[in-house]
């Protein structure tokens, strides 16, 4: 039968608190958010699991995890795979979950993003997290994802000729929205002049600019309407638009590094797939990896023009009150990026917005939502529009 | 005292008691003189002379190891002891630094300082509680009446990989504490508990030269967890809180993990204060909680109560309650203090301290 794209409906959502798990494995985690969604949807058994990871084969030396997963949570034989997309896999995923069911080919489908990497350590953990680069060209010149968004930033301060301190207000805004979040990494507000104190005077990129390492796992259950039971309970969550968009893996054979294409692209496609416009959105989760993903991605996405994302990191403009809040539960800075898990945090935290249920973090009035997962310097870019009836 | 160990007797599952009243009857401390500042680490590995996690360390000299640094704090404790080494049951030595791969250091000890040949040696390689583990073990030996003196040392000359964190604070230094009947004791050991886990966030395999770290993994997991299950243990079993103590110690690595610690039970800076030695001496190891107790032995009052917890990576931690007794006050001031071997002191600079720790691989 034929399936609308907007008949596509958030059924269950679960997530584990984000950090440094060291008594938990990658299975735990996985099992955790899969339950959670699927107590959370009243019981909805998917057909088909997705699961959104980087860094399993290298971090935890486990393939397969389609076969892991569905066996661990208790339903053996169900179909299970693996999507990857470097740090895009959690947005990669809910999109294969999405597609599965316009497919026609089954009726619900479960998006669950994991990452269990926190053991390795060092420079280790940094050639692991290069591999989301150009292995021949970017990786092998030791360039790591934090040190080439640090170049990048650089040519960001003296290209558009900003000082360093008008950035502050992203990590601060982060983090104040994370203080609030019980699942976040960093459930604290940062004190004012935190941020200036971290700031070098060549235009680095500081310790407030980074997301940290985290491990976690969250899961969507995506069902087609119809399948939900009269009584169901939650508001109707819909995905209305969903793009992935690639690039040229390395920065260097981009015409214009600081102009992202994908995330412009993935955006616009995503709008014009449900129908509307992302000024008409009422919060915009931006993959804020750095300081320079967040100004670019705003950039690309419309909200300001190019050499201009900066001037919006003010809690007036991108808090829960704004004119375009981001990173409404902490974002990828404060409640911290699990990698292949952090597109699906993006798409559990849409839905609390969008069902009223995200309590000290609500964006009042929230209807339309944007969500975007980036692989590497935005050469892998998922973006999805979420509405609520 | 006796009230305390017959509740004992009747409530704890877990703690350590032991048949005899058991106490320490003579102790030492020995610090090498050698002080390597955290600014001039800094000058060398960053660039810049910022200051370290600890103010300086204390440094081995050239012709010193783990061996002699034992044979100084043992003369030291049996001054105080005021008994002959002959009398001495048991010689053991906590250490990760032994000199030698295969030979003792126990016995080397045992023969310098004018021990017999009847009696137990043996070298206890524990991580950090190295030390407090073979004080445990000369308890037992007292308590259960099979030797009347027992000899437990904790000492160390650290080790660290050139330019890694850990350079800042491993240091070298230790204690030896004489374990005799505890009416004869210049502080009285009450009741012990030991919490001990596998906890892998520290190690250093066989044949390589330096340890590795699990980075933030030694904090809460490891470092906290360890010595806040087991002072928890000790202090509710007995049905003690933090201020029936007038002093704490904890195991050393930095300055600030013992204060956060300190905290976290609910001891005041003012109890830690004096048995903190590493800001000044930096991470002695197997020695660290141990000198911390020499310093507060050397001016604590008779009847002051001590907690001690040590911590060893992969090992676990020793909590220990002492009473300091009568005879301390007198009989203390028979061998040089901890302060006076911390006062004693040369600054050195790096390259001194790579050719004193044997970092320039001459063959």
Known sequence: MNTNHSDVVIAGIGQTPVGEHWGKSLRNLGVEAILGAYRDSGGIKPQIMYIGNMLAVSASRQANLGALLTEDVGWVGMEGVTVEAADASGGATLRAAYLAILSGDVDVALAVGVEKWTDVIGPEADSYLSQMLDADYEATEGLSPHSLAGLLFHRYLYEYDVEQSAFAGFPEVAHANGATNPKAMFQRALRPGTYEKTVDPSGELGLYDIAPYADGAAAVLLAREDVLPKDWPHPHVRIIGSSLVTDTLSIHDRPAPLVWDAVRLSVERACRNAGVMPGDVDFFEVHDATSLHAALSLEAAGFASQGQGWMLAKEAVIGLGGQIPVATFGGLKARGHPLGATGVYQAVEAALQLRGDAGANQVSGARLGLIQSLGGMGATAVTHVLSVT | ?363
């Open chain 2, 1 to 363: 005292m006796d009230d305390l160990m017959s509740d004992l007797t009747e409530t704890s599952q877990h703690i350590n008691r032991t048949s005899h009243p058991v106490g320490i009857v003579g102790y030492g401390a020995y610090i090498p003189r050698y002080r390597l500042p955290g600014t001039e680490i800094s000058r060398i590995w960053s660039g810049e002379s910022t200051p370290g996690p600890v103010r300086e360390k204390a440094v081995a000299g050239v012709d010193e190891d783990v061996i002699t640094m034992s044979i100084e704090a043992a003369r030291n404790a049996l001054a105080r002891a005021r008994i002959h080494a002959e009398h001495l049951r048991a010689v053991w030595v906590g250490s990760e630094s032994h000199p030698y791969a295969v030979k003792p250091s126990g016995t080397i000890v045992a023969e310098a300082i004018g021990a017999s040949a009847h009696i137990q040696a043996g070298d206890w390689e524990f991580a950090c509680k190295a030390g407090t583990e073979a004080l445990v073990a000369a308890m037992g030996l007292v308590g259960s009446g099979m030797g009347e003196y027992a000899l437990a040392i904790g000492m160390d000359t650290a080790q660290a990989k050139p330019g890694d964190a850990l350079e800042y604070t491993a240091s070298s230094g230790g204690a030896a504490f004489i374990i005799g009947p505890g009416e004869d004791s210049l502080a009285t050991i009450d009741a012990q508990y030991s919490y001990v886990t596998d906890m892998p966030d520290f190690w250093r395999r066989a044949n390589q030269k330096y340890p590795e770290h699990g980075q933030r993994f030694t904090g809460e997991p490891a470092y906290f967890h360890h010595i806040t299950s087991a002072a928890e243990m000790l202090m509710e079993e007995l049905g003690m809180k933090p201020d029936d103590f007038k002093y704490a110690i904890f195991h050393q690595p930095n300055e600030k993990f013992p204060q956060r610690v300190a905290r976290q039970l609910g001891f005041t800076p003012e109890q830690i204060k004096d048995g903190l030695l590493s800001p000044v001496i930096g991470n002695t190891y197997a020695g660290a909680a141990l000198l911390g107790l020499t310093a507060v032995l050397d001016i604590a009052s008779p009847g002051d109560r001590i907690l001690i917890t040590s911590y060893g990576s992969g090992a676990g931690s020793d909590a220990f309650v002492i009473t300091a007794q009568e005879a301390l006050p007198e009989r203390r001031d028979a061998a040089l203090s901890t302060r006076a071997y911390i006062d004693r002191r040369t600054e050195i600079d790096y390259a001194t301290y790579v050719r004193f720790r044997g970092k320039i691989a001459m063959r």
